[in-house]
């Protein structure tokens, strides 16, 4: 699954720890998931989607 969560950090000027702190994970898990090499639960992705106040198809776009 791809995802432009890298683009919506920037767009807030967040690091990674930032966002991490407020999303109540950890900077690692931000890692992984930027990189694609994490794909969130169900929970994390509607906390990033609200965050950002977007839908989650916004940050995740599911690729067969």
């Known amino acids: 699954m791809r995802n432009h969560l ?8 967040l690091t990674q720890e930032d966002l991490a702190r407020a999303l109540g994970v950890t900077r690692q ?7 694609g ?6 929970e994390l992705a509607f906390k990033i989607a609200k ?4 839908k989650i198809e916004d ?3 599911y690729e067969d």
């Open 37 to 42: 090499k994490y794909n969130p639960s169900l």
């Open 59 to 61: 940050v995740f776009i």
């Open 29 to 35: 898990t931000i890692i992984a998931i930027e990189k």
């Open 51 to 54: 965050f950002f106040k977007v």
């Open 6 to 13: 890298r683009e919506f950090r920037e767009l807030k000027g």
